[in-house]
């Protein structure tokens, strides 16, 4: 998780220097409030959405600064050796009733990020769980319907 965190303040860091404060997000958030319960496998970031949709560009570019290049399938994921990260705008947050104003903003090293809070988490998680339960429920008709035939 550690060097999970240092790849994430790289980023941050040339993120403020372009004068955006991104959001941790994710497994690495969550687990900066909550023991590490399992592996990290990718950084999420959450940036606003003119920096994501309107400026990506930009993103491209700054993000190329320290070595990142654009993975083409997904356009808002991006990669450096085996670090992957993955940026979704602050819009996900708003959906979910999260406020961008009171996201709690921390300072590590001279770089600034914001910081969801248990409650925010508890909101994101419950969100993907029912995410998950409709796509496992689609999956247990689809076997259902397969071993009828078979």
């Known amino acids: 998780m550690d060097k999970k965190f240092s790849t994430f303040l790289e980023i941050a860091k040339v993120l403020n220097k372009y004068g955006v404060t991104p959001t941790l997000y994710g497994s690495l958030g969550l687990y900066r409030i909550v023991d590490q319960l399992d592996q990290v496998n990718d950084i999420d970031i959450i940036i606003p959405n003119k920096n994501l949709i309107d400026e990506l560009d930009k993103l491209m570019r ?89």
């Open 62 to 150: 700054i993000l190329a600064e320290i070595g990142y290049k654009q993975d083409a399938p997904y356009p808002h994921e991006f990669t450096k050796g085996d670090s992957s990260v993955g940026f979704e705008p602050e819009s996900d947050l708003e959906e979910l009733g999260i406020s961008l104003e009171t996201l709690k903003v921390t300072e590590v090293d001279g770089v600034q990020f914001k910081e969801l809070s248990p409650k925010d988490y508890l909101l994101v998680y419950k969100r993907n769980k029912k995410s998950q339960e409709k796509k496992l429920n689609s999956t247990k008709k689809k076997l259902e319907a397969i071993e009828k035939i078979i």
